[in-house]
């Protein structure tokens, strides 16, 4: 991991510690093929993915984002070096590609995982281990956080909620034993509780009993799946033609609608879905540029075990925005 990388900034060490997965497929394949071309980081972090674009493409510019102004600074630090070919926006990835002029980006990178800064630095809660106040929002400065869901909603949605994102078949026992715990205020105490409302052998797992729990909370407090789904589209269209969109996912939900929206676009034609026969031509609006996603190398693995379960999808952009239905 980059835990090694550490710079003065300011008479101070700034030190980074996320794994920038799959970099060199990044690389690769959302490489510039002009110069002077712009790269949208929709999801910054501590800028691993940034970093590497920047010193292999020196006439390259790219636009880092970010909800959390607090991980944002230690990019900041890490890129200063960059100068003006390296710009900065606090703001969600899909509020930013609804107002992008259409056709007037060249690459974009989505990286869907959660940065290791936030599990180990952040105190919001994202980690059951910690003795942290919940709260999971990646934007603390808005929105309901974990604490509200977890001490106010009625059970049966939070059961909802567990299930739809988490997967969790205990999703209701789970539910009932929070409320019966309330109120529940910091992440190690909420791990307890699930812990002890599932059977033994559930305990016993390959994986703690309150993983797919928290990871439902974190995505509901930051609305993960509704983005998604909006920066798909508003994405693709701020693409110019010959651009490309990639993402790396990380779990079977994030991916299965990745997968869905990439096929739409590679196989569907132009035509309204009323027209009784193809006049198009059968022309696509864009093109797969591998059709499996890639996976992780062993080396990586070894290095970074949660890097594991990323899928890696990029899409070309064939035709401009406003031949589309």
């Known amino acids: 991991m980059e835990r090694d990388w550490k710079r003065s900034v300011g008479g101070s060490a700034v030190s980074h510690i996320h794994y920038s997965v799959m970099k060199n497929e990044a690389l690769k394949w959302l490489a510039p093929q002009k110069d002077n071309a712009l790269l949208v980081d929709g999801t910054l972090g501590e800028g691993g993915h940034s970093h590497a674009f920047l010193e292999a493409f020196p006439t390259l510019n790219v636009i880092g984002l970010d909800a959390d102004s607090s991980i944002q600074e ?14 900065f926006q606090n703001i969600w990835f899909d509020d930013f590609f609804k107002t992008t002029q259409e056709d007037s980006v060249h690459r974009i990178l989505l990286d869907l995982g959660i940065s290791v800064f936030h599990y180990q630095q952040s105190q919001r809660g994202f980690s059951f281990a910690q003795e942290e106040k919940l709260d999971m929002r990646l934007n603390p400065q808005s929105g309901e956080s974990a604490w509200d869901l977890v001490n106010s909603w009625d059970p049966d949605d939070l059961a909802n909620v567990i299930y739809k994102w988490g997967e969790e078949r205990y999703s209701r026992r789970i539910a009932r ?3 019966a715990a309330r109120p529940v205020n910091r992440a190690d105490e909420l791990a307890d509780v699930i812990s002890r409302s599932v059977p033994p052998a559930y305990r016993r797992g390959r994986i703690h009993p309150a993983t797919r729990t928290f990871q439902a909370l974190r995505m509901q407090v930051n609305q993960e799946m509704p983005r998604l789904q909006r920066v798909l589209q508003e994405a693709f269209r701020s693409l110019e033609v010959g651009g490309r969109l990639g993402i790396i996912a990380f779990h079977s939900l994030e991916d299965r609608a990745v997968k869905q929206f990439f096929n739409h676009l590679h196989r569907d034609c132009l035509c309204l879905p009323e027209a009784p026969r193809c006049t198009c031509g059968d022309v696509h609006r864009g093109m797969l540029c591998f059709k499996k996603p890639l996976i992780p190398q062993p080396e990586e693995v070894g290095e970074n075990s949660p890097s594991r379960s990323a899928k890696f999808r990029v899409i070309e952009k064939l035709i401009p925005q406003v031949d589309m239905p």
């Open 177 to 179: 034993a929070i409320q």
């Open 74 to 87: 230690k990019a900041k630090a890490r890129l200063a070096e960059y100068g003006s070919r390296m710009k």
